[in-house]
């Protein structure tokens, strides 16, 4: 069986909202890891949000599946605005982050679905979803050493 | 400057999901546990064909057909026989099986102590949201006394099954509890099972949305989680994770209960090794079918 790690469990963990995101240690990202996970998140969410309106599809709610539908839509014009200025600035360059090292950071959390919500409900969970994605990136900020990257 | 983890991983998470999407309850635990099985295949980097995932029926047993591995969606209790035969048939599979409470602890509750005693090399992760919730939430093993459902219409009578005592007084090697509220902890404790060598259990909590009354739903398990990290809980006393286990249902612990320090060897080692012993002088399998016969 093969056993590699690809986590290095060396780096230190981030404490509170930062647990979301495993083992990056923000005091040592750059720009463009920044600028990857970035990008991450945003594919997390717009996922979850696929899945979803998958989910309110098939439990006969249109009109929450509406919203999730449109909820992609922002978050795919997030996710390629930050892939543009990732290429720009860095092209082809290999990731360090990978989607396995981040939890729900954008994305509701699945608990926060029923089959009966209301788009009153789902607007709310994508707010929700907002503001913990601000607090992650507003706790990881002050961590952060590189000039370059706030 | 290198600043992060170079990325070492040929498979992703995404490579162990499959086309056919879930028709859980929107809001159902089992959603954050299929999650956190596709990153712990991902961070154990095994091909999705060297990995054999087996199920009873229920709710969560539908956790095949959502990978990409091979899948056995099989009989109701009965996914632990069924897994033990895959492993000693092909030693070199990884072996997962998943289950509800009702499939692991009622219907095939006499499974789990013959499959622990054997210690057969796989990780066994019940999904116990403490219901029978496919077929419309009626009392289960692991339901608590006083609970009031369809077929306790004036509140159980019975106590409730305790499944973390129950496979630590079996002598299982590695024990484990996790729930969705903590997907991190989650995916850490079905990825160190799947390493451990020898049947590894993982009791996830995972709510019934529908069926599952409010005090245990994802919401309530953020309030009430304790890790057993946070303890000081050494998981390699058995006696204390006997003691911590014993507040299951009251209290909710995450974590690796116990983790034997020096597993014995695993069934599939052993019988590898006595048929290399008997260096093909066992009976050919030809020959015991026709000794059987003779004998009918």
Sequence with gaps: ?150 | MKTLPTVLQTHQAKDYKSDLKPIWCPGCGDFGVLQAIYRSLAAINRPPHEIAFVSGIGCSSRIPGYTTTYGFNSVHGRPLPIAQGIKLANPDLLVLVAGGDGDGFSIGGGHVPHAIRRNTDLTYIVMDNQIYGLTKGQLSPTSPRGLITCTSEYGSLEEPVNPLLYVLAYGCGFVAQATPADMPGMTEVIEAAIRYPGFSFVNVQSPCVTFGREEVQVKAHRAQMKSLKSLNHDPTNRLAAMDLAQHYGHELHTGIFYQNPTPPPTLDALVSERKAALNGKGLPRQKIFDLLLQKQ
């Design chain 1, 1 to 150: 069986m093969n056993n590699t790690r690809a986590i290095d469990e060396s780096t230190s963990h981030g404490a509170g909202v930062l647990a979301a995101c495993r083992p990056i240690d923000f005091e040592k990202i750059t720009l463009m890891d920044a600028l990857d996970l970035a990008t991450l998140v945003e594919q997390e969410a717009k996922d979850r949000y696929s899945e979803f309106a998958h989910q309110m599809t098939t439990h006969h709610n249109p009109d929450a599946a509406g919203f999730f539908l449109r909820m992609i839509q922002i978050e795919s014009t997030h996710e390629l605005r930050l892939t543009e200025r990732r290429r720009k600035l860095f092209g082809g360059t290999p990731p360090n982050v990978r989607r396995e090292m981040i939890f729900d950071i954008e994305a509701p959390e699945y608990d926060e679905a029923r089959s009966n919500m209301t788009v009153r409900r789902a607007l709310e969970a994508a707010l929700t979803s907002e503001k913990k994605a601000f607090d992650f990136f507003d706790a990881a900020v002050q961590r952060v050493k590189d000039p370059g990257v706030p």
